[in-house]
Structures are given as structure tokens and as C-alpha cells.
């Protein structure tokens, strides 16, 4: 029924994944005074440059899986980029009550995002 359309949902899967990291990236630019202290206390070395690199990723990656270009290499990076970030800032075992929804729903949505890149490079598009 839907392989008609296979390239359109394609693209759109590739356009909501990677555009998600885009956004993410360009709005930690905007709040890179609250991220480098938050990161620094959690003992990452050299939070500013941690950061950068990050931002970088978030949004070369991402670019590169709405492009379809590199797809299963920019997936596999924004995997990485999961596993390194999401129990720095969805640390729910360390909060309690509304903090601790939160931030299992923050951690539980970046499960889902790394099986969409998985989906992608099993794809090999």
C-alpha cells in the first residue's frame, strides 16, 4: 500500500530525524551560558569545547540525513551523540517527582530517535 509513496515517507523520515537535530543544535547555540556550567558539573573536561563539538555534530549530521547524503555515517554519529548525552542531561535517577517525568520522557525520546537512525542505516539510505 505504501510502497508508492516509499521515497516521500523516506524523505520525511530523513526531514523530521535530521531536522530535530538541526533544531536541537541551533537552539543549544542560544543557550550555550546555561549548557557549558551544567556540562562542567557533571565532570565533563573542557565543557565549552564539548559543547562545540557537539552543536557541530548536531547540525552537520542532521543536515546530512535530511540531504540523504552520508545518511547511515550521519546516523551513526547522531547514535553516538545519544549515548554520550542523553544520561548527561536525562539523568532521571538523580530527580525526583515532575523533574524525574521529564527527564525519563527526555530519555525514553532519545531511545526512539537512536531506533529511527538505526532503521535508516539497516535501510542503507
Known amino acids: ?16 530525524l535530521g531536522g530535530a537535530f ?4 541551533l537552539r ?6 546555561l549548557l557549558i ?3 562542567a558539573a557533571r565532570g565533563v ?18 543536515l546530512l540525513v535530511i540531504g540523504g547524503l552520508w545518511t547511515a555515517l550521519a546516523a551513526a554519529g ?6 554520550v548525552a542523553t544520561p548527561m542531561f536525562h539523568n532521571f535517577w538523580d ?3 515532575p523533574d524525574r517525568a521529564s527527564r525519563i520522557n527526555g530519555f525514553v525520546g532519545n ?13 542503507g539510505v
Open 45 to 62: 573536561p573542557q565543557a565549552g569545547l564539548a559543547l562545540w563539538l557537539g552543536i557541530i555534530l548536531q547540525v552537520a549530521a542532521g
Open 78 to 83: 547522531l547514535i553516538l551523540f545519544l549515548v
Open 95 to 97: 530527580h525526583q517527582g
Open 1 to 16: 500500500m505504501f510502497e508508492t509513496f516509499q521515497n516521500e515517507i523516506l524523505f520525511a523520515a530523513r526531514l523530521l
Open 37 to 39: 556550567p551544567m556540562m
Open 28 to 33: 543549544n547555540i542560544q543557550n550555550t551560558n
Open 22 to 25: 538541526v533544531f536541537a543544535g
Open 111 to 123: 531511545v526512539a530517535l537512536a531506533g529511527g537512525f538505526l532503521a535508516l542505516i539497516a535501510q
